[in-house]
């Protein structure tokens, strides 16, 4: 138990405690005087040692609020328990706030009652007001999909929360950093680093030797000076992987030269690195635009010098910079460029002029070959030019990056994306702290919001989200309903009848004898969940709690028809109707569901209807992914499956 709730208990034990007389809490108010009831200085006047002589006339006065303290310390709790382990209970929070913010204390009758109670709100009605307010704000905060009014007071929270972070873990991280150097990814904000980073890091080993004076060098070798991202106001506003390294060279420390930490500019760094690495293996000229590229046109940079890094000498690249406000008179970027890129390697094309319409952004990117990368940070007027705009974009961009800065814009350009056929591979809004759970990397906190999206055209098997996490869809066909797992698109092999080579991954743990065969009847698809089954039962390391689920179906000839399914019974094909009793996973259940549903219309080519009894199982299907990586890999198989023999699947 804490100090302080130890102390509240002490206040409830004293002389006088709630209710008190109107004549005791006026006595109470002239001890705690001109105390700010929110105030440090008035918790540690009502919290002192009750047992010390001093200090028990101001137990004897604060007891008379001591209901109220002790629900005003239950919600400072619940915001300290947000700020510092990024966890909140929501309930509890907002049953605690809304108990804070009606709260009276109580007096029992007597002579002053009137001007006793008026006194009492007087006091108290700042604290009361200002941390409901607080709470409201951190529960919209902890809610992602929460559009509540988000002013000043909100960003303030989310810096508040950003810097505390920093503050208590820039030195820590550096252990990290130096101990694990690139071998697994760097998770600062669970304070751990086991799992791999996206395999698109691992094409970019980082590069050797010192910095010049005054400058830090990235993984890429891209050198920066050292103001860029040093400067002290740029704390609280820049991701913690930068913020960090600046406080490690203000305090003379080596500079790990490591791979992006995880944070929201992870994604970014993906993104950039993929489109970078495709062009390069396609052998096309490489095209970017960065629109908000500040006077040194960050990302631009580190995309050209990814892409120089791995293309051929002769491969043309071309960088767009839109930026009314930082250029200046260009001489930052022009040395910048020099320090960078070989001279001439990259063709620079600079627009200095405001954007505010669709028309705009079509002048400059209709032109010319595809762009592979437009990355879009502009600070709040992406809801001016973007919104109507995707369905054009579609046609003349490969991937697109755009950072946005309310939840509203965010939510609002997500739902035009879908909507437009784009495929959205990964998202996380503004000032949230999912960030990249839904796709298995982790969560962290983030001020700018971040949307990663791929054009139908460019969804293969060497470029999709199998670089950037597990969380891909894919519309094919132009069916919206057709959604395809593209993280590991490398395991078509497994249906492919003659895959390349370097393609040929099987699905984990299923070697079936017919090797690469399509599948094409029944009877193969129901042998083939046997195989499927228990080995994703020996994927989740379930085997002995869920062997009975999954016991390997026996090959039997189909009578008029009818065939077993997992010793749950029969079904028919004529009907096309199935049901299956889902038990405790199910999502790995639906998937295998989903499968059979997949082999069986394959074979009939006529309306199917799968009854499940599981919003859980239903979810698992409509989302294309799931939590474990073993799931998500089954889902791959069978989406891309899906997406190639033409069925057409959805759920209701």
Not at 74 to 88: D, I, N, S, W
Not at 335 to 352: D, I, K, Q, S, Y
Not at 455 to 480: F, H, N, S, Y
Request: charged share 20%.
């Amino acid at each position: 138990m804490s100090l302080c709730r130890l102390a509240l208990l002490a206040i409830a034990a004293a002389e006088f405690y709630e209710p008190c007389t109107p004549a005791q809490a006026l006595q109470a108010l002239r001890a705690v005087g001109s105390l700010d009831a929110g105030s440090g200085d008035f918790n540690s006047f009502c919290q002192g040692s009750p047992t010390s002589p001093s200090r028990r006339q101001n137990f004897t006065g604060c007891g008379c609020f001591a209901g109220l303290l002790a629900v005003k310390e239950e919600v400072v709790y619940e915001l300290a328990k947000l700020k510092v382990l990024r966890q909140v209970d929501a309930k509890k929070l907002q049953n605690r706030s809304a108990a804070l913010q009606l709260y009276r204390i109580k007096l029992r009758r007597g002579p002053g009652l009137a001007e006793a109670r008026a006194a009492l709100r007087e006091k108290f009605k700042q604290v009361q007001h200002s941390l409901s307010y607080t709470a409201g704000m951190a529960l919209r905060f902890a809610d992602e999909r929460n559009l509540g009014f988000q002013g000043d007071r909100f960003a303030a929270l989310m810096s508040e929360f950003l810097v505390y972070f920093k503050l208590e873990y820039t030195e820590p991280a550096y252990g990290m950093m130096v101990q694990n150097h690139n071998t697994c990814l760097l998770d600062i904000f669970a304070g751990r680093c086991e799992k791999r980073n996206l395999p698109i890091f691992e094409k970019f080993p980082a590069v050797q030797g010192p910095p010049q004076e005054g400058f830090m060098l990235d993984f890429l070798g891209v050198s920066v000076p050292i103001e860029a991202d040093c400067q002290e106001r740029q704390f609280a506003l820049l991701a913690p992987g930068r913020t960090m390294l600046c406080e490690y060279y203000k305090s003379g420390m080596p500079l790990p030269r490591v791979w992006p930490v995880l944070d929201e500019e992870y994604l970014e760094w993906a993104d950039i690195l993929t489109t970078a690495m495709d062009a390069a293996k396609a052998g096309r000229p490489f095209r970017m635009a960065e629109f908000g590229s500040g006077p040194y046109g960050i990302w631009a940079m580190r995309a050209a010098k990814a892409f120089t890094a791995v293309a051929a000498a002769d491969q043309p690249c071309e960088l767009l910079l839109v930026e009314p406000f930082e250029l200046g008179d260009g001489s930052i970027l022009q040395t910048h460029t020099a320090m960078n890129l070989p001279l001439g390697r990259c063709e620079f094309l600079v627009h200095e002029d405001l954007l505010s319409t669709n028309d705009q952004v079509k002048a400059l990117l209709g032109s010319g070959d595809l762009w592979d990368l437009v990355d879009i940070d502009i600070q709040g007027a992406e809801h001016e030019i973007l919104p109507g705009l995707f369905a054009w974009l579609s046609t003349r961009v490969r991937r697109l990056h755009v950072s946005t800065h309310t939840r509203q814009i965010h939510w609002q350009l997500v739902e035009e994306l879908e909507r437009d056929g784009w495929q959205i591979q990964a998202q996380y809004p503004t000032f949230s702290m999912v960030g990249l759970e839904n796709n298995a990397l982790g969560s962290f906190l983030t001020c700018d919001g971040h949307i990663s999206d791929c054009t139908p055209a460019d969804i293969r098997p060497e470029t999709c989200i199998e670089e950037k996490g597990r969380l891909a869809v894919a519309r094919m066909g132009g069916q919206p309903n057709w959604k395809i797992g593209c993280q590991l698109l490398r395991l078509w092999c497994w249906f492919w009848p003659s895959p390349p080579a370097e393609r040929c991954v099987p699905c984990p743990s299923i070697d079936h004898p017919t090797g690469t065969k399509r599948l094409g009847t029944v009877d193969y698809g129901l042998e083939m969940l046997g195989v499927v089954a228990p080995a994703i039962d020996s994927m989740v390391h379930q085997k002995r709690k869920y062997r009975t689920d999954f016991e390997p179906l026996m090959r039997k000839q189909s009578t008029q028809g009818v065939w077993p399914l997992y010793n749950r019974g029969y079904f028919t094909g004529k009907q096309i109707a199935m049901r299956l009793l889902l038990h405790e996973r199910l999502e790995m259940m639906a998937q295998i569901l989903s499968l059979s549903m997949a082999v069986i219309a394959s074979h009939v080519r006529r309306h199917m209807v799968c009854f499940m009894d599981s919003t859980a199982a239903e979810h698992a299907l409509r989302k294309g992914y799931a939590k474990g990586e073993a799931f998500t890999k089954t889902l791959a198989c069978l989406w891309s499956w899906v997406a190639e023999t033409g069925l057409q699947l959805s759920t209701e």
